[in-house]
């Protein structure tokens, strides 16, 4: 799965989502889901649990009548996403790190927050710190490789810079809701790879 700003493309033979008839607001608009066996369906989002039988039930309904709400539409998407089986390790390190172009947004502040929220990183509890790296997939990808030098056990330092937002997390809590200050910088960066891929960011250098 490739992230390009606030959306994505799913690679050829490979879908992650949930089932459209059990997750209709989030996944309106999919067009497939991680195969499951031709007698099995893809598995229902989690968040669903906490919906009323009522609410599960009328849900399509509502969508037919108004259509989604497009803040609701994204933050139950970042969410179904996080929370779906079957997400790998690269493709986490893309929901987490990766937005390309930049997402617009009036103010760092403003920004993180709308980012954690939409990325599924403000539920069950608020991440501490999250660092957005606004550049392709395929260029952090060569950090892997020869753009990439050896930084201990399977870290690697990037010979180029890249522009970045940090988000952290204000006052102690980690309990919802969640209220983020950011800040940009132009730095390397140190991210950890797993079979030439990215895994894991690790911090700007």
Not at 16 to 39: D, E, T
Not at 139 to 152: D, K, L, R, W
Request: positive net charge; contains cysteine; hydrophobic residues 30%.
């Amino acid at each position: 799965m490739t992230w390009v700003g606030d959306g994505f493309k799913r690679p050829p033979n490979k879908h992650l989502c949930c089932s459209p008839l059990i997750c209709p607001i989030a996944v309106q608009g999919m067009s497939g889901c991680r195969s499951h066996g031709a007698n099995r369906s893809p598995p229902p989002c989690p968040f669903l649990h906490f919906l009323p039988a009522a609410g599960r039930a009328s849900s399509r309904g509502i969508m037919a009548q108004r259509g989604p709400h497009p803040t609701l539409l994204l933050v139950l998407l970042a969410t179904c996403l996080a929370l779906a089986s079957g997400e790998t390790r690269y493709e986490k390190f893309l929901r987490q790190h990766v937005d390309y172009p930049r997402t617009a947004a009036p103010d760092t502040r403003t920004y993180c927050n709308q980012m954690m929220q939409r990325r599924g990183m403000t539920s069950p509890v608020c991440k501490f710190t999250n660092t957005f790296v606004h550049a392709s997939a395929a260029s952090i990808t060569t950090i892997c490789g020869p753009g990439g030098a050896p930084a201990g056990g399977n870290l690697r330092d990037s010979t180029a810079s890249f522009a970045l937002t940090t988000c952290r997390l204000q006052g102690g809590s980690q309990r919802p809701p969640c209220n983020y200050n950011g800040g940009t910088s132009t730095q390397r960066i140190r991210i950890a790879c797993d079979g030439g891929l990215p895994v894991h960011y690790d911090r700007a250098i």
